[in-house]
């Protein structure tokens, strides 16, 4: 746990040496951990550049199951540069999104379990690079936003905010099949060369559509040498999503979303060595809906979600069906109305051409404890079944606690 215990100790020392809070900005109401820098923030602000910084770290064991018994730690730290063009530059409804990562750690999943739902959604192996850059721009009064540039597929297409609660890799930020049958079904903190149109034309409904650069190593990200690929190579995926959402803009609100995507690169054949075919193609579908809510204005309440994959082609897609659903609790203990309760069952069928191999479930119990604003700890349950889908590893109790940090 050695780069574990490194960057707390960066953060902190970074968070000490800060010029004092400014009267009345007490720690726990800080939207961030190291404040507004003395107002130093909210003047970069002001003038065209906010600077945010976000840290996730998972840190699981498992006590049964598995082939060996193991603690590993893993976490995230992103940095993002926004650069609002309309202040800086006068270009109207404009802006450019740079951000950065460091990545460090060890897969539990991988060193203890031998499962494909990754248990630590924070493990991104070990480097730092750039993740996003890119330009994104506005029209007909917001009702259509295009962005170009180094952009995640998976960060904008096929995920809803209550996925995002989850730690384990089959929910978070999205159905985990995508990024299997897709090796280039990029999200944070990986990215491609991309371009994005979303256009609403009313509040409760939308279509996005994207190309995105699919060539093999496309998931190696720049080591900030200068180099940053614009360009397609040998593939392309092409996806489009529409969404009915009459939950606005509430962080868990209802939405309903089909996509349908194609990728033009080539894929091998999972059950004869040498042999690929061209192209890729699927579907997928997620619902969230708020059950019950608790008051017309407080946002408290529950929430269904569910998500399915369908990747016809067996031959070449390592999870050809897909389901997953849960139900989450904003506010379940009274007077912690910023808490969620949550659980969450994926189920993924592999490819009948993979042999000695057929399903995998992993089920999820999470809480996230909003201590601050910038701070939240989330004490989390997993049950992996049937790890690595072969009947060789007994299931494993997956246990332990991510830290969340608004920086």
Not at 270 to 289: H, I, P, R
Not at 348 to 362: R, T
């Amino acid at each position: 746990m050695s780069n574990f215990l490194l960057i707390i100790l960066v953060l902190f020392s970074a968070f000490a040496a800060l010029p004092p809070a400014r009267a009345g900005e007490a720690l726990s109401s800080r939207k961030y951990m190291t404040g507004d820098w003395g107002g130093a923030r909210g003047r970069l602000a002001d003038w065209g550049l906010g600077v945010t910084a976000e840290y996730s770290a998972d840190i699981l064991g498992n006590p049964v199951g598995g082939f060996r018994k193991r603690v590993d730690y893993a976490g995230l730290l992103n940095l993002y540069l926004d650069f609002d063009l309309e202040k800086i530059f006068g270009i109207k409804r404009t802006s450019l999104i740079v951000s950065g990562y460091w990545a460090s750690g060890w897969s539990l999943s991988e060193r203890a379990i031998g499962n494909y739902f990754t248990v630590a959604g924070d493990f991104n192996g070990n480097s730092a690079g750039l993740y996003q850059f890119f330009l994104r721009t506005s029209f007909w009064n917001e009702k259509m936003v295009i962005a170009a540039g180094r952009i995640g597929v998976g960060d904008d297409f096929a995920t809803t905010n209550a996925m995002g609660i989850y730690v384990n890799d089959a929910f978070n930020p999205g159905p985990i099949s995508l990024a299997y049958n897709l090796p280039a079904f990029l999200s944070n903190p990986f990215a491609a060369f991309g371009i994005r149109i979303d256009i609403r034309p009313v509040e409760t409904f939308y279509l996005a559509v994207g190309v995105y650069n699919a060539s093999p190593g496309t998931a190696k990200n720049p080591r900030f040498d200068g180099h940053i690929d614009f360009g397609f190579g040998d593939g392309a995926i092409l996806i489009a999503e529409a969404g009915f959402t009459p939950g606005g803009d509430k962080e868990m609100g209802d939405g309903y979303r089909a996509g349908i995507y194609y990728d033009t690169g080539k894929f091998g054949d999972l059950a004869v060595d040498g042999k690929s075919e061209t192209g890729n193609y699927g579907f997928y579908a997620l619902a969230e809906q708020m059950v019950y809510e608790e008051s017309m204005d407080g946002g408290q309440g529950l929430t269904l979600w569910a998500s399915g994959t369908l990747a016809p082609d067996e031959k070449i897609n390592t999870f050809p069906y897909f389901l997953s659903g849960g139900m989450l609790y904003e506010g379940l203990i009274p007077g912690r109305d910023e808490d969620v309760a949550a659980f969450g069952a994926a189920y993924g069928i592999l490819s009948s051409d993979i042999e000695g191999q057929d399903f995998e479930i992993a089920l999820e119990w999470t809480y996230v404890y909003q201590l601050y604003p910038w701070l939240a700890l989330q004490p989390d349950v997993q049950w992996i079944i049937n790890p690595g889908a072969t009947g060789d590893t007994p299931d494993a109790l997956v246990a332990g606690v991510q830290i969340s940090l608004g920086l």
